[in-house]
């Protein structure tokens, strides 16, 4: 019961922050088309300030990739025909603090809180299916490299990447002995690359951003059961969509 209200909160919470997320990016795009024409020059000062705080609201969808290991194709493992991991959605939280380093260089730290579920599908060859599905909550730390391009009048692009320690903070509680459930650890680090582009209003500063995370780090658990028997390695990846609103000088 408790895993399928989570599954209800974030399928509802997530699918309402998409949608928000996509409203702002067609205001975005219609500021855009009209921001490289015409319209007056806002917050000319803003790149004057070597410190910059704001917060960010994020929708994304995450996956496990999985490899095999060699007791998979022995005859222990003959009724399992497959592990199949599904790709579900999520929504992060998170403030901004972005440091000046150069013209065109800056450093950005976004501490984020992210809500995660995962599904891992495990396909027997008599036609059933058992799923393992891990909610979590996490706490990323991404501190990124942000190369922007130059200024056209209240518009420009940009470019991150950096990584991201990663650990959780809260993970669905489960009565079952470990033995009967696939077991992940709590750390993990990211690499983080993407992509986005800042647009400028009179008192506050709006990007959109399409961000990407690989998990470096394997996350299969040191303690062996049937569920983790057959795999070698386990990796969380997650493709985010975030919009962050950032103040400045006029």
Known sequence: MQTTNIRYKLGLYGGQIILVIFLLCGLSQRSLSQGMNFGKLHLPAYDERWLHYGFLIGAHQSFYRIDYNEAFTTPSFDSLHSVVPAMNAG???????????????????????????????????????????????????????????????????????????????????????????????????????????????????????????????????????????????LTLHNIGLFITFEGGPS
């Open 91 to 233: 929504f992060k939280l998170g403030f901004v603090v972005d440091f000046m380093l150069y013209q065109y260089l800056s450093l950005r730290i976004t501490p984020t809180v992210s809500f995660y579920e995962n599904d891992i599908k495990y396909r027997f060859t008599d036609g059933t299916t058992r799923t393992e599905t891990k909610d979590a909550t996490l706490v990323e730390l991404p501190i990124l490299l942000k190369y922007r391009s130059v200024r056209r009048k209240n518009n420009r692009m940009y470019l991150l990447i950096g990584a991201s320690p990663v650990i959780e903070a809260a993970g669905s509680k489960d009565e079952n002995d470990v033995r009967e459930r696939l077991e992940t650890r709590n750390f993990n680090v990211n690499l983080e690359v993407g992509v986005g582009t800042d647009i400028f209003y009179e008192f506050f500063k709006f990007a959109v951003e399409l961000r990407y995370s690989r998990g470096l780090r394997n996350l299969l658990s040191t303690k062996e059961n049937i569920y983790s028997a057959p795999l070698s390695k």
